[in-house]
């Protein structure tokens, strides 16, 4: 994983020659060419873009969450989770 570059935008890691730094507010940060591309487009295809890069980070999200609860859930003993 440490030969990508991660993207503030759609919080993914993409390899350096798909990155650009951006100016932000809180200074540089990386933006995949992805992204900055589709903010160019029209309002329709912009939204489009925002909204599926916002369910796929809802997905993204809660597969993590999941896989912590398990994670927690196999790691807790049978005594503390009452199934003795």
């Known amino acids: 994983m440490s030969s990508k570059v991660y993207c503030y935008h759609c919080m993914t890691y993409h390899h350096p020659e798909t990155m650009r730094k951006m100016v932000t507010r809180s200074g540089e940060r990386w933006r995949c060419i992805r992204s900055i591309?589709?903010?160019r487009r029209n309002p329709d295809e912009r939204d489009a873009f925002g909204e599926q890069q916002s369910e796929l980070n809802r997905l993204k999200a809660r597969s993590s969450?999941?896989?912590?609860?398990?994670?927690r859930r196999l790691l807790t003993p049978s005594y503390q989770r009452g199934l003795d």
Do not use: D, K, S
């Not at 969450?65 to 994670?71: S, T, W």
């Open 37 to 39: 591309e589709a903010a």
């Open 65 to 71: 969450l999941e896989g912590r609860m398990l994670e």
